[in-house]
Structures are given as structure tokens and as C-alpha cells.
């Protein structure tokens, strides 16, 4: 059977888009037979293809493992999503769907911004779920371009060289973190969701404007610009300082 232009490149994306994520699993050794994994679900494009990714290793894997996928809804900030969608799409996928509703606590330490009490906010609700639940791993759907954004704001703001690692311990709980879309590129995770026919799911958050991440990603974007190579050396300095598994 002769594809066509446009197959191919279907064809092409699918295909390194799972090579990626199986060669994610085996690089890191992100999933044991016998894990409970949650999945934190935003309803974003990443979340969404990382649990349909994981819902496919399930299924293909001789590993036997369990997955809940765990919606977190923020009080006071706007959601233009349906949680039936999500919770159809998590069942589609092999996957329990849990949605939680959380309260964004008042922070006495007045130098940290909302962005990040909204999200420690989130990440404390899925811990508190994942020990509930007996999950003993939480995946998130952070991608490549994610982790080295993450490495020059640290880079830029506070002069450590560190990112989100792809494998994380957790000392206060017992639990691991993993990231199984470290490989995958936004741009390729982009075209995914168009092909996979994902339905938007949109928070209208009144504090985005003020994030550093999107100057940080006009400046990855410059820099891959002057050097193409720049993704692939930024990572390997990563792997090579440790920065991208913390036991």
C-alpha cells in the first residue's frame, strides 16, 4: 500500500511520538509490574496524550500495572472543560477517573507568586489522592521542552543548574514521581492532539500574563533558532550532572 504525503506524515509522527515514550520507559525504568500510577489529568494536550500513551503501553505491556487518572479543579479560577469528556476518555484508556475540587490557601510568605502556590496547591492535592488511593507512582505530563524551559529559568532566576527530574523519590511521601513524556517534543505533542481529535479542555487563569515561563520560552525558541543542536546539548549537560534522576 503506496500513503500518501500527508499519511506519511502521520504515519511518521505516531510512530516517533510512541518510540519516544517506550524508549522513555526503558531509559528511566519509569513503570515495574505492579505499580498504581496516577495520572495527573489537566484536560491539556499533554495530559490527555499521556494518558492515552500509557493507556496503549497497558495494553501491549506484559507488565501488569494499575492507572487513575486524577482531574484537580482549582476554587476561583475559570474551567471551560467537561469533566464527563475527561472521565470518558480516562475509561477509553483503561484508566479510573477521579475529579477533586481544591481551595487556594493564603501564603504568608509574600514572595512567592500565584502560579506557584496554584500549583503546590494542585501537586499537595495529588499526593494526599495518590496516598488515598495506594498509587505508589504520580505521572505527570511535563515534555521535553518542559524540563529545559524549566533548566534555564532555574539557570537565569537562581543560579542553580537543576530542572524537574524524569524520576523523582519523594522523602515526605512514599512515592515516586515520573515524567514519561521527557522525550517528546511540545511541537510534535501539538500536531499529536490535532491527529488524536482531542476536545480543548481550558482554564482561564487570571495570573498567566505575569509568568516568567513564557520569556523563558521565547528564549529557548531564540536559541534553537541560532543552534538547532541547542535542545540536544542542553540535555545531555542534564543527564551528564545528574539532574535528571533523583533517588
Request: charged residues 25%; positive net charge.
Given at each position: ?103 487556594l490557601e493564603n501564603d504568608r510568605q509574600t514572595n ?30 511535563h515534555h521535553q521542552d518542559d524540563i529545559l524551559h ?55 487563569c487570571p495570573y498567566e500574563h505575569s509568568s516568567s ?35
Open positions: 500500500m503506496i500513503l500518501s504525503p500527508k499519511q506519511t506524515t502521520i504515519f511518521k509522527l505516531q510512530k516517533r511520538v510512541r518510540d519516544r515514550f517506550a524508549k522513555a520507559i526503558k531509559d528511566f525504568s519509569l513503570i515495574e509490574n505492579g505499580d498504581h500510577i496516577l495520572i495527573g489529568l489537566s484536560g491539556g494536550k499533554d495530559s490527555l496524550a499521556l494518558l492515552q500513551l500509557l493507556g496503549e503501553y497497558k495494553r501491549r505491556s506484559p507488565l501488569v500495572f494499575g492507572l487513575t487518572a486524577v482531574h484537580v479543579r482549582m476554587e476561583g479560577i475559570e474551567y471551560h472543560s467537561s469533566t464527563e469528556y475527561l472521565e470518558k476518555i480516562s475509561e477509553e484508556n483503561g484508566a479510573k477517573f477521579v475529579l477533586q475540587t481544591v481551595t512567592r507568586t500565584p502560579c506557584f502556590l496554584c500549583s503546590w496547591n494542585r501537586r499537595k492535592q495529588l499526593f494526599e489522592t495518590a496516598k488515598s488511593l495506594g498509587c505508589n507512582k504520580i505521572a505527570l505530563g524549566t533548566a534555564l529559568m532555574n539557570l537565569s532566576y537562581t543560579g542553580s543548574f537543576s530542572t524537574m527530574p524524569v524520576k523523582m523519590q519523594m522523602r515526605k511521601f512514599p512515592l515516586q514521581i515520573v515524567r514519561p513524556l521527557c522525550y517528546e517534543h511540545e511541537e510534535d505533542l501539538l500536531d499529536w492532539a490535532v491527529q488524536m481529535q482531542y476536545i480543548p479542555q481550558i482554564k482561564i515561563r513564557s520569556d523563558v520560552r521565547k528564549l529557548f525558541q531564540q536559541m534553537q533558532t541560532d543552534n538547532p543542536e541547542f535542545r540536544y546539548s542542553l540535555w545531555r549537560a542534564l543527564e551528564k550532572e545528574g539532574k535528571l534522576i533523583e533517588e
